[in-house]
């Protein structure tokens, strides 16, 4: 459906040709004299073009354009008014546009100039709506009863999240991959003073080393090969808003002293400039390993961790509330019933007990993932057991080695703890096929505290 365009000028002549061209370019135009009739047609408008000097044409207290457009913004301040008068001034210019005027046209104007602006108005309109669907459907997507929290755990999470939305404090997000820990964090920037601001996710893991200093803080021109123009980083695009750090633990140490100035004093500085930047960022961190850990290890700031523990949540994995699971399967049966067009309507007793039984290693998402494939493979209207196809592999934390050996058996005879752990090191680094990064998260393990292990036993 064209955009229904009205224009109200009291000149018969020249609202008759504003009508036709406009016509004639496809849109839908209704046309009025005076403000009266003006207001009455005002609300089935996509866009208004009025002039400034106008009868009243009734029982009206407005006295022209202005008080029209004023009028206008009241009834629905979405609606774009382009304002025209031959009597164009600075003034008049700039009292139209205080008063929300999209555009201001001084006449003469040619119509294809006419025919522009209504293009572009219409356009930055149609721009501004869609924003404002798509922070809807944030702001539904990241409600609180929108998180599937049957169980008394989670319960307690949201009310914590609920408390320190409202606070500009750092709030620090562990638990195991999967829990969902993105959208707790989401959840908490959406529900904040900041939630008309950026959110911007920086994962960690996925930058490589070299190129994090100026991911995060960005970059002047020549500050490297390549540099051809100033970019601002992570930081800087989130200014006003919030930041999430995902996979905190493998930042690097360099990188974790810059990031605790930013914590500390709320500045930084880009690469290859001196000038110091003021930014005003929520921070939230994620981290799935102990930190603990990594600071006795020599891997990761003490300093640093105080700062981002202020306001610590603990994510429970899915094995530990299991009430959750019935109503987190049922919630993506139906989001994938639709979207994959499936006549599953239902999820058996014993499929759901199958389902429950079960620990989920890789919490949501590995449930997730497992109702999807059984909407693919189910041939009822009702998932069966038999549609259940859960994945066996042994915890991450606890990698075979050739030996058949795990974590939680027993060393073999002979064997010390260093050889054993040099054995598993070994095993998951030949099962990466020598990527270090993803033989750290067979072992459960930083890259960095991979890194130290493979230095203290001479393995680099």
Not at 137 to 150: K, M, P, Q
Not at 166 to 184: F, Q
Not at 198 to 209: D, G, L, Q, S, Y
Not at 382 to 411: C, M, V, Y
């Amino acid at each position: 459906m064209e955009p229904r365009i009205l224009v109200v000028e009291d000149e018969e002549k020249l609202r008759r040709v504003i009508v036709l061209h406009l016509e004639d370019a496809g849109y839908e135009v209704e046309s009025a004299g005076d403000i009266s009739t003006a207001l009455r047609l005002a609300e089935r408008a996509s866009l208004i073009l009025t002039d400034i000097r106008l009868p009243a044409g009734g029982v009206t207290p407005l006295l022209d354009g202005l008080d029209l457009l004023a009028a206008i913004q009241r009834q629905n301040a979405r609606i774009p008014v382009i304002v025209m008068t031959a009597y164009g001034s600075v003034e008049i210019a700039v009292e139209a546009m205080k008063r929300g005027a999209a555009e201001f046209l001084t006449k003469p104007f040619t119509l294809d100039h006419l025919l522009t602006v209504v293009r572009k108005a219409l356009e930055v309109q149609t721009l501004r709506e869609e924003n404002v669907r798509l922070k809807e459907e944030l702001g539904h997507r990241y409600r609180f009863d929108s998180i599937v929290a049957n169980s008394s755990k989670m319960q307690e999470i949201l009310a914590a999240v609920a408390r320190v939305s409202a606070t500009r404090s750092t709030v620090l997000l562990c638990g195991e991959s999967g829990v969902g820990k993105d959208m707790i964090a989401r959840a908490i920037h959406h529900h904040s003073p900041r939630a008309s601001m950026p959110f911007v996710k920086i994962n960690c893991t996925a930058i490589p080393e070299s190129l994090m200093e100026s991911e995060l803080f960005g970059y002047e021109k020549g500050a490297f090969t390549g540099a051809a123009a100033a970019r601002a980083g992570k930081f800087e695009q989130a200014d006003g808003g919030t930041v999430m750090l995902d996979e905190i633990g493998d930042v690097p140490p360099a990188i974790q002293v810059k990031l605790l100035r930013v914590l500390q004093e709320r500045e930084l500085e880009r690469l290859g400039s001196n000038k110091t930047r003021s930014v005003d960022v929520r921070v939230i961190a994620a981290t799935n390993v102990d930190l603990r850990r990594a600071i006795e290890e020599g891997n990761f700031r003490e300093d640093l961790y105080y700062r981002l523990n202020v306001f610590p949540l603990t994510i429970p994995p899915l094995r530990e509330r299991r009430e959750d699971i019935p109503p987190l399967a049922e919630y993506f049966l139906r989001k994938f019933r639709a979207e994959l067009g499936s006549p599953v309507e239902r999820i058996s007793p014993e499929a759901m007990r199958k389902l429950v039984d079960y620990d989920w290693p890789g919490n949501v998402r590995e449930i997730e993932n497992v109702i999807e494939r059984g909407l693919v493979l189910a041939t009822s209207d009702a998932l069966q057991p038999e549609d259940i196809r859960l994945d066996f592999a042994p915890r991450r934390s606890a990698p075979a080695t050739n030996g058949g050996s795990g974590a939680g058996e027993f060393l073999a005879e002979g064997t010390t703890l260093e050889e054993h752990e040099r054995q598993l090191i070994r095993e998951a680094l030949k099962r990466a096929n020598g990527n270090k990064s993803q033989a750290a998260r067979l072992l459960g393990l930083t890259r960095n505290a991979l890194r130290y292990r493979l230095t203290q036993m001479g393995l680099e």
